[in-house]
């Protein structure tokens, strides 16, 4: 022990050294310094797994084309097992003891929202692939200064909400003259504000929200719910689920519920859905921003596939996100010429990146979901799609759409008799 | 119609639990050891019979039988790696050997599920069903799977009430449960009595585990609460008393049932843990304990 302290004091001096002369020689002392990012995710968790993956890929491939004005990208991962304890303390290492310019974080909420205030205290620019509630823009806008670091690589709920309704406007309303649905959504902090969002916007498109219902994520049994939905007979359900997908989706199966699933389904997304469950997910349509030979921007099919030829599987959906939010902490570092943090959350701001998911920009200070993705065309609309035959087929929005609407037969639609 | 729906999805569940409880209570009647590993124990037959279908492309019921198969296996495992020796260990004292069991098994539990979580994710997996489709019972839309399940329950503990009162084996294992030295003096080996008992509860949690895989689904997180339930229905029943854990299984499922269905699903479980803490209170032995 007493022979570490005196040599940490050395580090420090020689590190406090290190920062006085980049200080003044920067370009000269930083070309060789390596631009690391570090990556905080649930190996454990398939939507998860994809985060580490799909950002090391991303730095491969900036390092082969020479890296950031000669600096490489470096990639620290750490596993999270899907704790916010855990998370916090990969951060405290990933900042203190490995130096991180950057941190990309996790596709839970909870966890995002436990960090935001450690990239807050030790001013870290974070950006999620994943999470969804609103709650984390809401902390930058109600105290931008404080807050700033933290930024929201994904769409948040309300967007979600959104990009949910304006599909089922096309695909439900007018296609199969739906008229009513039932809210079926996890308890957890994403799906407040999603529920607020799908009563606002669900009947401003023609459909009745007859019955609203959350379940524990612990639930198991999901008979007693899919019973209670069917009582009020709707057109549709309208989910918001995440940490369960394929127990209901089996159980529906299994039941043969015959009222169609419809909205955000996380773990739908994943190309391992269907063989988790046994192909039952067929007819699932869920909401996603990206999909295997979906072509959203020139980048997505070939990231797909690349990704798919190293690993194995098509990335998740934070895949996708992961891996272009590592070119555009790259692109912020290469436009502020530096990784001091202030710089680089300003250059972040200024971000218009063309990734895998559509067209990148944050919302500004005085925008209510500041630093949140921007939603709308031309930026990012997400996509819906539809599981049919064990593949994952894009629906909507037409420019994009690779077949119509299929069921399997046990589905009937009440508005069609 | 409410009611006979909560009469055919609760007589599944309770089933299923009752089925998942025998062998737990089995293995503390014969041997006194509580094996907190149950629940990974029955994950890992889920998982397996999955694999086995999607991965290796077996048919359902070959799926089936390697879940069960490898819940055997793992039962032979604990025996042998973890609960053996500290049972003959001279370093722990005999009173403790019972905590330290309960430790060991509880860990046991926690590695076997880090491992099915490390190699197949921690996504909920579910098990090919062996029969397809619904059947409508007085109007009620049930799935032909769940009524299998049920009837395989049944099976599989009448099977076992024959087993151990009607044939030889079975009353050995009856006799070791009363009077463990009396057995080794009538020159049974104990420890072949207790490997027969660790099979038996193996082929139990890997049957309730693939049939649970089948029915609800199941995921590295199901452990804890699958032990959970397992044990809460044998203390609910008495302690080591296989009758009980049987009535106290069906109290318990259809507790539940009726819960998720009358109030919320999101209390499922509740009432049956407060009913739990009131047994403890007015009868500890539980329903039909004989300590």
């Keep these: 022990m007493t022979s570490i302290k005196p040599r940490r004091t050395a580090w420090s001096l020689i590190l406090l050294g290190a920062t006085a002369l980049g200080l003044s020689l920067s370009s000269a002392a930083n070309a060789a310094d390596p631009i690391k990012i570090g990556v905080i995710a649930e190996a454990q968790a398939i939507a998860g797994a994809s985060i580490p993956q799909a950002a090391q890929m991303a730095a491969e491939e900036i390092n082969a084309k020479g890296g950031v004005d000669g600096r490489k990208i470096e990639i620290v991962t750490y596993d999270n097992h899907s704790s916010s304890a855990d998370s916090v303390r990969a951060f405290q290492r990933a900042v203190n003891e490995d130096k991180v310019n950057a941190v990309i974080t996790s596709y839970i909420s909870e966890v995002v929202l436990a960090l935001e205030p450690w990239a807050s205290r030790l001013k ?75 009563q606002e916007c669900l009947p401003k498109i023609g459909l009745k929200v007859l019955d609203h219902i959350r379940f524990s994520p612990d639930t198991t049994d999901f008979t007693p719910i899919f019973n209670k939905i069917e009582a009020s007979k709707p057109d549709v359900i309208i989910t918001g689920i995440s940490h369960v997908g394929v127990q209901p989706t089996v159980q529906w199966k299994n039941q043969q519920v015959p009222i169609p699933m419809f909205g955000i389904s996380s773990q739908a997304t994943n190309s391992t859905f269907g063989k988790d469950t046994n192909n039952a997910a067929d007819g699932v349509l869920y909401q996603g921003v990206s999909g295997p030979g979906v072509a ?19 990335p998740s959906y934070a895949g996708y996100t992961s891996y272009d939010e590592v070119y555009m902490i790259a692109d912020a570092v290469k436009r502020a010429g530096s990784t001091d943090s202030d710089k680089l959350v300003a250059a972040m701001e200024k971000t218009d990146w063309e990734g895998t998911i559509g067209k990148v920009q944050f919302y500004g200070k005085e925008d209510k979901f500041t630093h949140g993705l921007k939603y709308g065309k031309g930026l990012i609309t997400g996509l819906i799609l539809q599981w049919q035959n064990g593949q994952q087929v894009s629906v909507w929005p037409k420019e994009v759409a690779k077949s119509e609407l299929k069921f399997p037969s046990f589905i009937k639609f009440s508005s069609a008799k | 119609m409410l009611a006979l729906q909560i009469l055919i999805d609760g007589f599944a569940i309770s089933a299923l639990y009752a089925l998942g409880a025998t062998g737990f209570t ?35 019921y070959s799926g089936a039988l390697v879940g069960v198969a490898i819940a055997a296996l793992l039962s032979l495992l604990t025996y042998f790696t973890v609960v053996q020796p500290i049972q003959r260990s001279n370093k722990i004292p005999n009173e403790e050997k019972e905590i330290f069991v309960l430790t060991a098994t509880l860990l046991w539990g926690i590695m076997i599920q880090e491992a ?85 509860y193996g082929v139990l949690a890997g049957i309730a585990g693939v049939l649970l895989g089948m029915f609800l689904g199941v995921s590295s997180y199901s452990v804890g609460p699958l032990t959970a339930s397992a044990f809460s229905i044998v203390v609910l029943g008495g302690l080591g008393s296989v009758s009980g854990s049987l009535i106290a299984a069906f109290v ?13 699903p999101a209390y499922r479980s509740i009432p049956a843990l407060l009913l739990l803490v009131i047994v403890m209170y007015i009868r500890p032995q539980g329903l039909l304990g004989r300590r």
Aim: proline share 3%.
């Design chain 1, 124 to 198: 870290t620019l974070m950006i999620t692939p994943g999470a969804a509630s609103n709650e984390i823009t809401k902390a930058v806008h109600d105290n931008y200064e404080k807050n700033k670091y933290t930024f929201h690589g994904y769409l948040t709920s309300a967007a979600l909400a959104q990009s949910v309704c304006d599909a089922a406007k096309d695909l439900l309303v007018d296609g199969k003259k739906m008229k009513s649905a039932v809210i079926m959504s996890e308890d957890a902090a994403w799906t407040k504000p999603l529920d607020i969002g799908y």
């Design chain 2, 252 to 264: 318990v499922g259809y507790l539940e049932t009726f819960t998720a269905y009358m109030i919320s």
């Design chain 2, 116 to 200: 099915i979580a490390y190699f197949f994710t921690n996504n909920a997996k579910t098990v090919l069903p062996i029969i397809e489709g619904v059947v409508r019972i007085a109007g009620i839309r049930t799935p032909a799977n769940t009524l299998f399940t049920a009837a395989v329950c049944c099976l599989v503990i009448a099977l076992l009430w024959v087993l151990v009162n009607r044939t030889r084996t079975g009353k050995v294992v009856l006799a070791a449960s009363m009077n463990p030295r009396g057995v080794t003096i009538l020159g049974f080996e104990l420890t072949n009595v207790y490997i027969v008992v660790w099979i038996i």
């Design chain 2, 26 to 60: 089995l293995i503390f009647g014969v041997s006194g050891v509580l094996n907190l590993s149950h629940g990974a124990i029955m994950v890992a037959a889920a998982v397996a019979a999955w694999a086995a279908a999607s991965v290796f492309q077996l048919d359902s």
């Design chain 1, 296 to 314: 959203v921007t020139p980048k997505s099919v070939p990231f797909a596939e690349n990704f798919k030829k190293k690993f194995g599987n098509y």
